[in-house]
């Protein structure tokens, strides 16, 4: 496995969840959700992803931090498409990369120029990742961050959550690990 390439794509999601600006889907798609509607999701905050990986020659691992922002809801009228952007940063402000959903069509595009699209949440997560990541829990998450119960996860997979601060630890296959999501700014 590429430390490297599992490095870059895990911070690609908070891409990292979990990713620069989308010539596909337009630079100004996050701007289209309206925050103050009711049927939007708006937030920022902090994340961080630690990991080891089991290999044939010992235990090798990673950690990376930064900020996200989360737009999702409706573009345009009440019945239009649904549209979701996620842009992570590392801790010292560059880009790292973002993620976009418009109705149908999901796009990343990380920050060094790879591109990937996928029919869903979860088609587009596995293009990206090493280890299969709970894209739907991750979203529903995303949609609903200040919640006393997250929603439900694969084995494997568990949310501890304290004082507005969630983790999720996982062991999937030959890796273990947390994520840290901190939610900070509501709108």
Not at 42 to 49: D, I, P, T, V, Y
Not at 66 to 90: F, H, Q
Not at 112 to 139: E, H, T
Request: net charge neutral; aromatic share 12%.
């Amino acid at each position: 496995m590429n430390f490297r390439f599992l490095h870059f794509t895990l911070t690609g999601l908070f891409v990292s969840l979990l990713l620069s600006g989308c010539g596909t889907l337009g630079s100004s798609d996050s701007n289209e959700v309206d925050c103050k509607s009711v049927q939007s999701s708006c937030h920022s905050g902090r994340f961080g992803l630690v990991y080891k990986t089991k290999t044939a020659n010992g235990e090798e691992g990673d950690s990376v931090s930064g900020t996200y922002v989360w737009r999702s809801g409706r573009y345009g009228e009440a019945n239009s498409r649904d549209v979701a952007y996620l842009e992570v940063n590392s801790t010292l402000g560059p880009n790292l990369g973002v993620a976009k959903r418009f109705g149908d069509f999901y796009e990343v595009r990380a920050a060094d120029g790879r591109v990937y699209l996928a029919k869903d949440w979860q088609s587009l997560f596995d293009l990206m990742f090493p280890v299969k990541l709970p894209a739907d829990s991750l979203i529903k998450w995303m949609v609903s961050p200040q919640t006393s119960t997250p929603p439900a996860l694969p084995p494997n997979w568990e949310w501890q959550v304290t004082g507005g601060k969630y983790r999720l630890v996982f062991a999937e296959g030959n890796a273990t690990g947390r994520i840290d999501l901190i939610p900070l700014i509501i709108e």
